[in-house]
């Protein structure tokens, strides 16, 4: 533990297109108090999502992050202090804690603050029990709605999102194809994260490779990259394919505007619909997926896999690994030891 000093990484400058991480600048504050209704937690875990870089320079489904603020990220902290009668001394939780070695707050966060159950490892409740493993679950079962015998792509694959996704769909007794970077990812995929198949986009050609792999047309595609591979994906939706819409990482360094598909047609030729969502809206049923996926993992249907760092000096350049495909699975940063 840090003695007297909050170490921050403080959002300074946003970028132009691709991230340097000169956008970023250290800060060491004394340890905040928690006021009424607040707790004073201390992080353990921080968690890498594609979404800080829209957050660095956009408003989306929350406001930009202010100049000058604490860079905003979820954590796994240990409650030090409470004055919240719902949460004591040791409690682990889950919340938007940001940048930095201690926050206090109230959780009254898009995120919320949700206290985890004993014996979850809290790295796990970033990964598989956070954001990413409950998006997957939603985007596949309410969104995708897929179904037993239908063929489902999942771009992004070998990531946090897409791994967990790509799986669930074939829990649900569907045939899984994966796009992912090069080619030690992709047989990853096929050879512990149970898809049928992983297409390489660095170093195939995807529309050919996904006509290969889906004789009869895509009936679900999870998106989590946009750009080219949403296009070649919208140009072989089989008849009334959903196209879930998780995110579109190719497209968040872009200086202007986002891309849009050009296929969007296929749509009407396919009765098809495409659907974006946003996870926290799912928060009143996080248990119900929690516990299901917690027997998926139990009788070994599911694996996770995390990249864990260490070192609060490389914020910064790790969030930028997530650009260049550096992680496989959930990239995590190990703050302090519970
Ligand atoms: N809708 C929601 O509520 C929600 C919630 C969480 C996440 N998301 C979205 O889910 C997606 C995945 O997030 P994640 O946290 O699971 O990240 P992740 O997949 O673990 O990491 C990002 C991966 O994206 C791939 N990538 C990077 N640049 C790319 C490009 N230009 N074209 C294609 N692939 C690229 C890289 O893998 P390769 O080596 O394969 O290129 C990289 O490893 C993101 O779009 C994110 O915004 C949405």
Same mark, same amino acid.
């Given at each position: 533990?840090?003695?007297?000093? #909050?170490?921050?990484?403080?959002?300074?400058?946003?970028?132009?297109?691709?991230?340097?991480? /000169?956008?970023?600048?250290?800060?060491?504050?004394?340890?905040?108090?928690?006021?009424?209704?607040?707790?004073?937690?201390?992080?353990?875990?921080? %968690?890498?999502?594609?979404?800080?870089?829209?957050?660095?320079?956009? &408003? %989306?489904?929350?406001?930009?992050?202010? =100049?000058?603020?604490?860079?905003?990220? @979820? !954590?796994?902290?240990?409650?030090?202090?409470?004055?919240?009668?719902? $949460?004591? =001394?040791?409690?682990?939780?889950?919340? %938007?804690?940001?940048?930095? &070695?201690?926050?206090?707050?109230?959780?009254?966060?898009?995120?919320?603050?949700?206290?985890?159950?004993?014996? $979850?490892?809290?790295?796990?409740?970033?990964? @598989?029990?956070?954001?990413?493993?409950?998006?997957?679950?939603?985007?596949?079962?309410?969104? +995708?709605?897929?179904?037993? +015998?239908?063929?489902?792509?999942?771009?992004? !694959?070998?990531?946090?999102?897409?791994?967990?996704?790509?799986?669930?769909?074939?829990?649900?007794?569907?045939?899984?194809?994966?796009?992912?970077?090069?080619?030690?990812?992709?047989?990853?995929?096929?050879?512990?994260?149970?898809?049928? !198949?992983?297409?390489?986009?660095? #170093?195939?050609?995807?529309?050919? !490779?996904?006509?290969?792999?889906?004789?009869?047309?895509?009936?679900?595609?999870? &998106?989590?990259?946009?750009?080219?591979?949403?296009?070649?994906?919208?140009?072989?939706?089989?008849?009334?394919?959903?196209? *879930?819409?998780?995110?579109?990482?190719?497209?968040?360094?872009? /200086?202007?505007?986002?891309?849009?598909?050009?296929?969007?047609?296929?749509? =009407?030729?396919?009765?098809?619909?495409?659907? +974006?969502?946003? *996870?926290?809206?799912?928060?009143?049923?996080?248990?119900?997926?929690?516990?299901?996926?917690?027997?998926?993992?139990?009788?070994?249907?599911?694996?996770?896999?995390?990249?864990?760092?260490?070192?609060?000096?490389?914020?910064?350049?790790?969030?930028?690994? =997530?650009?260049?495909?550096? #992680?496989?699975?959930?990239?995590?940063?190990?703050?302090?030891?519970?």
């Amino acid at each position: 533990m840090t003695e007297g000093k #909050n170490r921050q990484w403080i959002l300074n400058a946003r970028p132009a297109s691709k991230m340097t991480g /000169e956008e970023f600048r250290w800060n060491e504050a004394s340890i905040p108090k928690p006021s009424d209704g607040q707790v004073l937690v201390r992080n353990l875990w921080l %968690s890498f999502d594609p979404a800080q870089r829209v957050w660095m320079s956009r &408003d %989306s489904y929350m406001p930009k992050v202010p =100049l000058g603020d604490v860079m905003r990220s @979820l !954590a796994v902290g240990q409650v030090l202090e409470s004055r919240r009668p719902d $949460l004591k =001394l040791g409690d682990i939780v889950r919340g %938007s804690f940001g940048w930095q &070695d201690y926050a206090a707050t109230d959780g009254k966060s898009f995120f919320g603050i949700h206290k985890l159950p004993p014996g $979850l490892p809290p790295n796990l409740a970033l990964s @598989l029990f956070g954001l990413n493993g409950l998006t997957a679950y939603f985007g596949i079962t309410e969104i +995708g709605q897929v179904k037993a +015998g239908e063929t489902v792509v999942v771009s992004g !694959a070998a990531g946090a999102t897409g791994s967990i996704a790509g799986q669930i769909a074939k829990i649900k007794g569907s045939r899984v194809i994966g796009t992912a970077g090069g080619k030690e990812k992709c047989d990853w995929l096929v050879k512990e994260a149970h898809f049928d !198949a992983a297409i390489d986009y660095k #170093n195939e050609k995807v529309g050919e !490779a996904l006509t290969r792999h889906c004789p009869k047309g895509i009936d679900v595609y999870f &998106d989590n990259v946009g750009g080219d591979i949403l296009d070649a994906a919208l140009a072989r939706l089989a008849r009334g394919a959903r196209v *879930v819409i998780c995110g579109a990482i190719s497209q968040y360094n872009n /200086e202007g505007p986002f891309r849009g598909p050009s296929n969007y047609m296929s749509l =009407l030729v396919n009765r098809a619909r495409m659907e +974006g969502f946003v *996870v926290i809206d799912y928060m009143s049923r996080y248990p119900e997926a929690m516990a299901e996926m917690a027997g998926w993992i139990a009788d070994g249907r599911l694996i996770t896999r995390e990249d864990a760092i260490e070192g609060f000096e490389r914020f910064p350049e790790a969030l930028q690994a =997530l650009f260049k495909g550096e #992680n496989v699975g959930k990239l995590v940063l190990k703050v302090a030891d519970e």
